[in-house]
């Protein structure tokens, strides 16, 4: 066995060393090497141009004859002369620790404030590798955002992969950074982490989420990891990947309970399509790889709790949908992976509704094991059945009302209206900084279903309406 | 099934992801299981071209690299049968996912193995048949006590028959410890507790039986309309959320198979956790027992490698005929196999194969065909009755059912639960639409039911259909003008609809009475809401209004009813139904008779 492992090393040196002198073709960011010793597959690749820069990419085939390698840093300005190809004879890894808090990286998960790279406690291959299902732990803890379409209607778990399914415009940059600084279990506080990963977006989103982190005094329990929008695309494959890797150090072997957030997915599923689409695959919905499912699970699997070790990796994933339209491959395989998703309004954000959280197609799969007695309170999973039911009527009503006019609308269907009122512009509106607690958000629940009468509301038993619903005339202005 | 041992049989030419093409090759077999290079990954021989062979990888191939060697097992890829199997928990190619763990920690690696069953267990084991008895396939040669409530029935292989020349003595014996000897036309053949079995053939067994019974799942929307019957297949399509697990846990839970067969297949790692840690806690309706005795769970979820997510249908389907063939009814639960195509989908792929529609290739049509027709009722070899149902879950893009998977599936299952985004957004669970699903099982259960419940079943069935249907129209024409315009017969039929769904389609999977009804309690159900239909509608043609006969108090009770009302109470029935009763005569009192 021991000699093995010598061989092993011995032979990767070996090939690590060797240096492979013109390059067979470019395409897109693919380069094509030919005649090579034999190269692994997914094994990392530096590709070095004239100057003596060396850009790293990943083995995507590998044959006798061919390797094929996606460069992350862009194939821009490579030569197929000019340029040599090493191999490391391993997968890309990254190194994790501790002290990457507080700290800003790039995509590759290298130093991008200046200062030296911090000393690894542990190398791991950044694709991760799948947990074995019968290792997880299930979650169940209540996190308490402040935000009440999120605590009252779409509970966020512990350990819950929930993303933010967002338009160009919208707040979701807010939403995230207010869940981030709301956040907390109610029994108090245990060690806490935020790894944060850009992919494509601009600097000043970057910059929004520092200065919120900062604001709140937490910029130390911050990794950051950016590859923005000016950096090469294909390295948004990585960045993810890497940022997961340090999430699960600090989880899994550092016990911390790690929010990761992740944004924008729109540009990471983008760049998968760029390299899919230079390898002449065939293409499944909107040019998108048949594999684009399997790819966002290797990524948003890499969340929640393992039995016997105490942290936990949450993560909340930003994208933003293509035309707002939630049946777009994005959206729709985030939605088939995720355990639910926040879904924002672009109608009711024009209505001046923040968070403009969509009633109805927004969903937390956890929460039903997360509250209820003892967690939150007895009567939460009713009352949240109760006004998505009574919610779900309201787009009826107000269909209708656009045909035969509001005036001409039955009483009950007004009050309808009045309720739908009362919940998105309080229920659901809140400040920017506003952090309500459950009771509040619960109360306010109560207070909505005021406006109905009680025989509508099915979804809640009578001993409910006995200890919380008292029957409420619409205030003027509401 | 011969095997003819390990041998090298080439070397690895090209990696590209989970399909690897190996070179110098003149020995492998068509669908012959393989390790390839120096980590041993699981592989099967899928294609054969001169000296190349095309490789499915079950493992991640990260790291393999040209050079490396292949080597054939001389066996096609195979499950192991044998006492043992109830109660775990698997990966798609029939590792055993807790004896990973315990051997490679919390995240699967590469090449990693361990036996399906464990070798170390002795069981025990109690002949029923003596020497020299005339032994036919599927013969019971014994039992063990597999778990206090599945009795596993060593069965003699399809392939052996003659006379029994030994058999092993009761007492504890492992999985590979000969049980029996039989004198076959070719030889002694030796038959231990363990068989294995190549999984993507099916397993033989006698005649098939028409579907007359249904497989009972409690869930009141599927049984009272759209049963599934036992030995039937059933698809339930649904856009994400719309409750296809959700709906799959409770059919799992409480249907009435003697055996459930778990797939999850490319889904999510906490749903097979939350079975996990569920089902051991949940005690069977009708036997007592702890729902994990019954199970066995696959899990090759998400991002787990995606051959053996095209692999894990089929080690599901054979354990369920396995235990079929011992004369059981199984219940199989496919966690998406829409997962399973887009599985399909990606090696064709990677072959390089002329795509069909969206990318699938051209033979998804008989690949789910042919998982389908794993299911049915049969007559056993042994002459026995046993049947595997098949209730597959299809995750169409977008929710749009016009997708080459869910089209395809239609095609080949006899029942279909279409799941609706708008009731799965108002939270209406399950969401499974009265008006696109349907099921060819009705007719054929209906003798089934009317001798259960008593012949009035059928009207009352009937007439709520209908009243489903009269409904649509109605909404349709109060969109335009409100409700208030129309007449209060009309308002009442909508609003019997309405109390129906409240009352009686939505079903609560949490609440613990509601999550499971027996046959029984859906009638009484059914027949308190068409009770308040029919007298409802004579009160209101003797002047009451609508708006009186929703404000009944009585009215909430039968809303509470499903979990207000224990199973086999059918005094709060009576008293429920009286007090309706008593309420409508008091309102046609008033306005006289
Ligand atoms: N019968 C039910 N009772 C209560 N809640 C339900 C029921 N069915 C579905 N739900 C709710 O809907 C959520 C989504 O259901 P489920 O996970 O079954 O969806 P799905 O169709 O399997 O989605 P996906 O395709 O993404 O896996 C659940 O987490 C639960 O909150
Ligand atoms: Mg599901």
């Known amino acids: ?478 | 099934m011969e095997v003819r041992g390990a041998r090298a049989i080439g070397r690895v030419r090209r990696v590209n992801g989970p399909v690897v093409e190996a070179a110098g090759v003149d020995d492998a077999r068509m669908l012959e299981l393989v390790r390839v290079g120096e980590a041993a990954l699981v592989g099967e021989v899928i294609k054969l071209s001169g000296d190349r062979a095309i490789i499915q990888v079950y493992e991640d191939t990260t790291g393999v690299r040209p050079g490396e060697p292949v080597v054939g097992t001389g066996m096609p890829l195979s499950v192991e049968l044998g006492p043992g199997l109830v109660g775990t928990i698997y990966d798609g190619i029939q590792r055993p996912l807790e004896a990973l763990r315990a051997t490679g920690g919390d995240f699967i690696g590469r090449g990693m193995s361990a036996p399906a069953l464990d070798r170390g267990k002795r069981w025990h084991f109690t002949p029923s048949l003596a020497v020299g008895a005339d032994v036919a396939p599927g013969d019971i040669l014994g039992t063990v006590p597999e778990t206090a409530r599945v009795e596993h029935r060593v069965l003699a292989p399809p392939d052996v028959s003659g006379r029994l020349s030994w058999m092993a003595a009761e007492g504890e014996y492992g999985v590979e410890d000969a049980v029996a000897v039989v004198e076959t036309a070719s030889g002694e053949r030796r038959v231990a507790m363990m068989q294995r079995w190549p999984i993507r053939t099916p397993r033989p067994a006698g005649r098939r039986l028409p579907a007359t019974v249904p497989l009972v799942t409690g869930q009141r929307v599927v049984d009272t309309l759209f049963p599934l019957a036992r030995g039937g297949t059933v698809a339930i399509p649904g856009g994400f959320g719309t409750g296809k697990t959700m709906t799959q846990h409770a059919v799992a839970k409480w249907c009435d198979a003697d055996l459930i067969v778990y797939v999850g297949c490319g889904e999510r790692g906490n749903e097979m956790t939350d079975v996990l840690t569920e089902f051991p806690k949940l005690v069977d309706p009708r036997t007592g027992r702890s729902l994990m005795e019954r199970t066995i769970l696959i899990a090759n979820t998400s991002n787990m490698p995606v051959s053996a997510r095209e692999a894990s249908v089929y080690t599901g389907a054979a354990l369920a005929e396995y235990y079929r063939d011992m004369g059981y009814h199984v219940a199989v639960m496919a966690d998406s196999t829409s997962r399973w195509a887009e599985a399909l989908r990606e090696l064709s792929g990677r072959m390089e194969e002329m795509p069909a529609e969206q990318g699938f290739p051209a033979y998804l049509a008989t690949r789910i065909a042919s998982f389908y027709e794993r299911a049915g009722s049969m007559e056993t070899l042994g002459g026995g009755e046993g049947s595997v149902s098949i209730i597959g879950a299809v995750s169409p893009p977008g929710g749009d059912f016009s997708e080459p998977v869910t089209q395809h599936t239609r095609r080949f299952v006899r029942a279909f639960w279409a799941l609706d985004r708008q009731l799965a957004n108002a939270r209406h669970y399950p969401s499974i639409s009265w008006l696109d699903s349907y099921s060819e099982y009705a007719d054929e259960v209906r003798p089934w039911w009317e001798e259960r419940v008593g012949p009035e079943w059928t009207a009352d069935r009937a007439e709520m259909v209908g009243l489903l249907r009269k409904e649509v129209r109605l909404l349709q024409v109060a969109k335009l003008v409100g409700s208030d315009a129309l007449p209060d017969s009309q308002r009442f039929v909508i609003e019997v609809c309405s109390l129906f769904k409240d009352a009686f389609l939505r079903q609560d999977a949490f609440d613990e009475v509601d999550r499971y009804t027996s046959p029984e309690k859906q009638a009484r159900m059914l027949a308190l809401v068409l009770l308040y239909w029919r007298r409802g509608s004579l009160a209101i043609k003797k002047g009451a209004t609508f708006v009186e006969l929703r404000r009944l108090k009585a009215v909430r009770d039968i809303v509470s009813a499903r979990y207000a009302i224990a199973e086999g109470d059918s005094k709060a029935f009576d008293r429920v139904a009286a007090r309706l009763e008593r309420a409508i005569d008091d309102l046609e009192g008033d306005y006289g008779r």
């Open chain 1, 1 to 478: 066995m021991a000699a093995d492992a010598r061989a092993e090393a011995l032979r990767r040196e070996l090939a690590a060393g060797r240096e492979y002198l013109g390059l067979e073709r470019i395409d897109g960011p693919l380069v094509f090497i030919k005649r090579t010793h034999p190269v692994g597959y997914r094994e990392l690749v530096e590709i070095v141009d004239a100057e003596g820069r060396g850009r790293l990419g990943m083995v995507l085939d590998t044959s006798e004859d061919m390797v094929v390698a996606q460069v992350f840093e862009g194939t821009q300005a490579l030569t197929l002369p000019g340029s040599k190809a090493r191999f490391r004879g391993e997968p890309l890894t990254v190194g994790a620790t501790r002290r990457m808090l507080g700290r800003t990286f790039d995509g590759l998960g290298r130093p991008r404030d200046g200062g030296p790279a911090p000393l690894a406690d542990s190398r791991s291959d950044v694709n991760g590798r799948p947990v074995n299902p019968v290792a997880r732990e299930y979650p169940r803890d209540f996190i308490q955002t402040g935000i009440s379409a999120i605590d009252g209607m779409n509970t966020l778990i512990r350990g819950q992969k929930l993303p933010i399914f967002s338009g160009n415009g919208l707040p979701h940059n807010e939403l995230a950074a207010q869940i981030a600084r709301q956040a907390r279990l109610r029994d108090g506080g245990s060690e806490f982490a935020v790894v944060f990963a850009a992919m494509g977006v601009k600097h000043d989103v970057a910059r929004f989420f520092e200065r919120s982190f900062e604001e709140s005094g937490v910029l130390d329990k911050v990794a950051l990891f950016l590859s923005l929008a000016d950096d090469p695309s294909i390295e948004r494959i990585v960045t993810p990947r890497v940022a997961l890797t340090v999430a699960e150090h600090l989880a899994f072997d550092l016990g911390m309970h790690v929010l990761v957030v992740m944004t924008d997915m729109a540009n990471y599923c983008e760049a998968l399509r760029e390299i899919s689409t230079a390898r002449g695959e065939i293409p499944s919905r909107k040019g998108f790889p048949g594999y684009l499912y399997s790819d966002l699970a290797e990524l948003y699997e890499r969340s929640g709790m393992i039995r016997g070790r105490p942290g936990s990796i949450t993560q909340l994933p930003i994208l933003t949908m293509p035309n707002d339209d939630i049946s777009h491959p994005i959206p729709d395989l985030t939605g088939y992976i995720t355990e639910g998703q926040i879904v924002l309004d672009r109608s009711m954000y024009g209505r001046g509704v923040y968070p403009p959280v969509a009633g109805l197609p927004s969903l937390s799969r956890l929460m039903k094991d997360g509250i209820g007695e003892g967690m939150t309170r007895e009567d939460h999973p009713r009352l949240a059945a109760q006004l998505f039911a009574s919610y779900s009527k309201v787009k009826d009503v107000r269909d209708l009302a656009a045909v035969i006019g509001e005036d001409e609308l039955a009483p009950l269907d007004r009050r309808y209206l009045e309720f739908g009122e009362f919940f998105e512009k309080r229920f659901v509106t809140q400040a920017r900084d506003e952090d309500r607690d459950i009771e509040r958000t619960l109360e306010l629940g109560w207070e909505a279903l005021g406006l109905l009468p009680a025989d509508e509301l099915r979804r809640v038993t009578e001993d409910d309406i006995a200890a919380h619903w008292v029957e409420r005339e619409a205030e003027e202005g509401a």
